[in-house]
């Protein structure tokens, strides 16, 4: 009886952390942005919104969605600015593009296209108006935008191999590399720091300012600890023998998701699993929305709700 007591238990622990599949798709969602209570997402060639109140699409968007030229990559959501920007690889061979839409004329009212390669990631600064390209070619671009001309390169940085991620801290940029590297770029002296090597391709990282550590995840299952400060409390562990794509951090957690459907809830301070919870495909994206809410899109064309506590 207490055998069956304490599967009983297990059982209820992990089913109460799913909530709910929030919205079924005709494709994976790549990326999406919560403001509020408004998912704007990626459905392959579109943006589109839902509203969690509502459980509809409301009028921030055109009802259809709006077209984005090629597979979406990236969107950017701001909480205070009236527009969306998504970045996609066109259709045709060796060409991306940047497309600014206006809330107001419910149009893209800014357009840029590059013909040469294709991207792999795309980080934007509104409040600096730049954005940042990683591309093909080994390369970021860097690119101030809304001005005349409308957009111009004002920096590059030449690369040794793909650059998967980019992130904006503390007024620098960080980006990891296939070649197991971990960079800090200042973009106003032009110096760059190689804060973290390693033999890992890596695929993913998060901040945690408070203890200035960077959390990276790899393409061969391990999840690694950088100390910005002190290379002595570096640390790595192995949690799974795949890829791990899908990254965010939380209050308490890194949360980890998989090539192989399973998110991994991990103690900041101890590197610890304290629990995992396993879906049919691979999870693609994972984004938290407060102390106790995430929610993670995936190749099963699913968009869910996860409640932590």
């Known amino acids: 009886m207490r055998l069956?007591?304490?599967?009983?238990?297990?059982?209820?622990?992990?089913?109460?952390?799913?909530?709910?599949?929030?919205?079924?798709?005709?494709?994976?969602?790549?990326d999406f942005k919560i403001n509020d209570n408004t998912i704007v997402y990626i459905e392959k060639r579109d943006i589109k919104n839902f509203n969690l109140i509502t459980k509809k699409t409301d009028s921030l968007i055109q009802s259809n969605g709006y077209f984005i030229g090629g597979y979406g990559l990236n969107i950017y959501y701001p909480k205070t600015n009236d527009f969306i920007v998504a970045s996609s690889n066109e259709l045709n061979k060796d060409?991306?593009?940047?497309?600014f839409y206006d809330f107001e004329t419910k149009e893209v009212d800014k357009y840029h296209v590059h013909y040469n390669t294709e991207l792999i990631d795309f980080l934007l600064?509104?409040?600096?108006?730049?954005?940042?390209?990683?591309?093909?070619?080994?390369?970021?671009?860097?690119?101030?935008?809304?001005?005349?001309p409308l957009y111009k390169l004002i920096d590059k940085v030449t690369l040794d191999s793909f650059s998967r991620k980019l992130k904006f801290n503390n007024n620098k940029l960080y980006y990891i590399t296939d070649s197991g590297k971990l960079f800090e770029y200042?973009?106003?002296?032009?110096?760059?720091?190689l804060i973290y090597d390693s033999d890992n391709i890596l695929t993913n990282?998060?901040?945690?300012?408070?203890?200035?550590?960077?959390?990276?995840?790899?393409?061969n299952g391990k999840l690694i600890k950088v100390n910005v400060n002190n290379s002595l409390e570096?640390?790595?562990?192995f949690i799974g023998d795949?890829?791990?794509?899908?990254?965010d951090i939380q209050k308490d957690y890194i949360i980890t998701g998989d090539w192989n459907g399973l998110i991994r809830?991990?103690?900041?301070?101890?590197?610890?699993?304290?629990?995992?919870?396993?879906?049919?495909k691979r999870i693609i994206k994972i984004r938290v929305k407060d102390s106790s809410t995430f929610y993670t899109s995936s190749a099963d064309k699913t968009l869910r709700k996860w409640n932590i506590e």
Request: avoid cysteine; glycine fraction near 0%.
């Open 234 to 237: 570096n640390q790595e562990i």
């Open 95 to 99: 060409r991306s593009s940047i497309r």
């Open 125 to 148: 600064l509104p409040d600096k108006k730049i954005f940042f390209l990683s591309k093909k070619n080994k390369s970021i671009d860097v690119y101030k935008y809304g001005e005349t």
């Open 242 to 247: 795949t890829v791990i794509e899908a990254l």
């Open 265 to 280: 809830l991990i103690k900041k301070e101890t590197l610890k699993i304290k629990n995992e919870f396993k879906i049919k």
């Open 186 to 193: 200042n973009v106003e002296n032009k110096e760059k720091k």
């Open 205 to 219: 990282f998060v901040f945690d300012n408070k203890s200035n550590n960077i959390y990276i995840t790899t393409f």
């Open 4 to 30: 069956f007591l304490f599967f009983l238990s297990l059982i209820f622990f992990n089913t109460s952390y799913t909530q709910e599949i929030v919205l079924k798709t005709n494709f994976p969602i790549r």
